[in-house]
């Protein structure tokens, strides 16, 4: 095969791929009571050539992409066309990194530590930026995943509403492997209730808008129990070649 009849099929396959994943949010959505507008569809673009996330972008609609990782964002940022789409960061974030990636994203949606919190203040400040922030949840309790322990939310939020030159926006969360549809459903409707009690709250400084959950195998069950927002990369661009 040469590399222009790989690289057709695989703008195909985007193409494709994006279309089926619509008609998805908008049934789920529908279940929920909403309307597919609700839910922002992210292509989370990691390890992927900026070839093909420019063709998701100019031709299948795609306008909010998600890098993991600060150096890869970096090094593929001169090549995307981001003129009309924003990116953020949803990768674990070390306080080291960043100075480089503020400047550069719209949202950061891994914020899971007030020292973290901090030093995108201090950054942003230096820049006359506010970045709205998400704050991530370890929902099912693991230890070996980042996030705030649920329990300790409400306290959390209350620092960090606080700090100036961040605005948070909303919750993100990764639930731990299920075997079942049922198992993850759990942690999607604990993280809406969650959403829904802290909105309540009307906490300073604090909005409660998105709700950022759901991945290529559990998105239809993430919009159902009410995310506003879901996170799609290997049933999008493709399975990842590391
Ligand atoms: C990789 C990643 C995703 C997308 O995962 P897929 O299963 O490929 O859809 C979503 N969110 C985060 C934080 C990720 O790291």
Partial sequence: MTIESYNAERFSDITENVKRIKENIAVAAEKSGRKAEDISLMAVTKTVDTLFINHAIDNCGINLIGENRVQEFLSKRDELHLQNTEAHLI????????KQIVPYVSMIESVDSVRLAKEISK????I????D?????????????????SVLLGEFLAEIGEIPNIKVKGLMAIPPICETS??????FSNMYNMF???????LDNIDMHILSM???GDYV????EGATEIRVGSSLFGKRVY
């Avoid at 049922?182 to 942690?187: H, I, L, Y």
């Fill in 91 to 98: 990768g674990h974030l070390q306080t080291n990194k960043v």
């Fill in 123 to 126: 950054e942003c400040a230096k």
């Fill in 128 to 131: 006359n930026k506010t970045m």
């Fill in 133 to 149: 922030i998400l704050v991530e949840v370890n929902v099912g309790m693991e230890n070996s995943k980042f996030g705030i322990d």
């Fill in 182 to 187: 049922q198992g993850v459903k759990r942690f």
């Fill in 196 to 202: 829904l009690d802290i909105e309540a709250k009307k």
């Fill in 214 to 216: 759901g991945m290529s």
């Fill in 221 to 224: 069950q993430a919009i159902e």
